[in-house]
């Protein structure tokens, strides 16, 4: 006699995100710890050498957080006014900032003493960059100028004034300190050489108000950002444009490499941080975050994430490590203990149990494995015997029909292979026919098991149309109507759309083929939409008694 055969439950792939290196990468940051200061967070700088201290600049002060006890290490009052675009010097000893007086003002982290004012621009001074060299100061300035300073005689070297609106984003090389690049609200990008006086060396429309700019390591690709556009320049090039990329809704403010340097990381005021690729600009992973982001920095190491947002909180998240990884999650690490271990039991195999010999671990012992055990499920337990109302009963309870509606839909799908989907269906009081109707009502909609479930509907309204209903049953298969009604109108709307696209295609063709004698004559192609196809199956007539 065969063995019998267990129903087949058809599993689909579960729509979701990508996993990729770039996902569990930064999924590892632990949740975030925030500050909140009374202004919005202007600009964010993270000390280039450990213990990375990270300057914020908010409202009239720059304060220097420590990133392991989110304390305040040193702050910066010597402001009448905002404060702006702090920058912390390669060696971690000076810091820099500008303010709505004008002014640039440098700063010993260990004493807090003020060591210098630079005094020279007309507006306020939003960003301001020491120089590779440590001994230059650039800033960036409302009065829409860019100068460059001496930090020992506190003396203004070059002054550059080609831009025609503020200028609110800058950055400088790390390569050579003669080289400093300005980014405009006159959706300009220019860069200036400190050897050339006479004016910049490259000049690019960005397309839209400059919000920040960046440049790269090898001093060969520039990165421009503002609207909801990040734009990348090929410096070597004359400035010409390589790529072009919009994933954020709203405006981005802020750009910060990662990763050393394989990584750029955008954010805006959609509230989102995007992680590119440097290779091919894609999204690699997206940082969400409550409040409109308009500064980020990132520690060396991937380390730590700091983000600034408009409603003055300051976010910092850090990288999990191995033994915070094991006491977040205890039951994980037992089962990773666990499948180290052995897993398999060994028992001593028939033969030598029934023959006295001598024992031979080579060839008298059997690994027992979990496959030994045959486990049949209820609902195949009630098919085997015929008992095929039992068998639909059984995956008909809440659990099964809401979380694994494929199993009810298995069955159902075995009994119409039997031919016992009548029998199945036939005699139920108001209970049991609620939950059959409730379930297709339910999953009527789903393409995935629209063919299954319009059976079963048929068969029901076969069965039940010539008896009279109770007022609690007439009204669920009212509903399984209205259900069904909703879907034919979906599919007449979608069949109206490739009626329109048969057209535009057709014409598209026709355009093609007077413009082009070579093109090979044949029909065009035909789109088809998924759902378009079932509109027959969709239609269905219930005659409620």
């Known amino acids: ?309 408009a409603n003055g909180l300051i976010s910092m998240q850090h990288r999990q490590t191995q033994a915070e990884a094991r006491a977040l999650n205890p039951k994980q690490s037992l089962k990773v203990q666990k499948k180290s271990q052995t897993a398999y039991r060994f028992r001593l195999n028939a033969d030598f149990r029934s023959v006295n010999r001598t024992f031979n671990p080579a060839t008298d012992v059997e690994v027992a494995t979990k496959t030994d055990t045959n486990f049949v499920s209820r609902y195949d337990m009630f098919l085997r015997k015929f008992q095929y109302s039992k068998a639909l009963d059984t995956v008909l309870t809440p659990y099964i029909r809401k979380k694994k509606p494929a199993i009810t839909v298995g069955v159902m799908h075995e009994l119409i292979r039997r031919n016992g989907l009548k029998s199945a269906l036939a005699g139920r009081d108001d209970s049991s026919l609620s939950s059959i109707l409730t379930f297709l009502a339910r999953n009527i909609n789903d393409p995935s098991h629209a063919n299954i479930i319009i059976q079963v509907a048929n068969t029901l309204l076969e069965i039940y149309e010539s008896s009279s209903l109770t007022p609690q049953s007439e009204k669920l298969f009212l509903q399984l109507q209205e259900h069904v009604n909703r879907e034919v109108e979906y599919v007449k709307h979608l069949m109206e759309i490739e009626g329109m696209l048969h057209i535009l295609l057709a014409s598209t063709t026709t355009q093609a083929r007077r413009g082009s004698p070579n093109v090979v004559q044949g029909s065009p192609v035909k789109p088809m939409l998924p759902s378009a196809a079932a509109a027959s199956n969709a239609t269905m007539i219930y005659n409620v008694g």
């Open 1 to 309: 006699m065969a063995s019998f055969k267990k129903t087949q439950i058809r599993s689909l792939p579960k729509i979701g995100q990508k996993v990729t290196a770039d996902t569990l990468y930064w999924r590892k940051l632990n949740f975030p710890v925030t500050v909140k200061e009374f202004g919005p967070i202007d600009y964010i700088d993270v000390m280039p050498i450990e213990p990375y201290f990270i300057a914020v600049s908010s409202a009239a002060k720059v304060q220097i957080y420590n990133p392991i006890t989110h304390q305040v290490h040193r702050h910066f009052t010597r402001f009448k006014e905002a404060a702006y675009g702090a920058s912390i010097r390669s060696d971690g000893k000076l810091v820099i900032a500008g303010c709505d007086e004008g002014h640039v003002k440098l700063f010993d982290i260990g004493s807090k003493s003020l060591l210098r004012i630079f005094k020279g621009h007309k507006g306020p001074v939003h960003r301001c960059k020491f120089t590779t060299d440590n001994v230059h100061v650039v800033s960036f300035s409302d009065d829409k100028s860019v100068a460059l300073w001496d930090l020992p005689s506190e003396t203004e070297i070059i002054k550059f004034s080609e831009h025609s609106d503020y200028v609110r984003a800058g950055c400088v090389s790390n390569i050579s300190s003669d080289l400093f690049l300005s980014g405009s609200f006159d959706h300009t990008v220019k860069l200036y050489d400190a050897r050339s006086p006479t004016g910049s060396t490259i000049s690019v429309d960005h397309g839209s108000p400059v919000e920040s700019v960046l440049m790269y390591p090898s001093n060969s690709i520039f990165v421009s950002v503002g609207g909801t556009e990040l734009r990348v320049w090929d410096m070597l090039a004359g400035g010409r444009l390589l790529a072009r990329v919009s994933q954020h809704h709203k405006t981005i403010t802020c750009l910060h490499l990662a990763s050393d340097g394989k990584r750029l990381v955008t954010g805006g005021l959609d509230r989102h941080a995007k992680i590119y690729d440097v290779q091919s600009y894609q999204v690699v992973h997206t940082l969400d975050f409550p409040s409109p982001v308009l500064s980020l920095g990132i520690t060396p190491d991937d380390f730590t994430v700091v983000a600034g947002m």
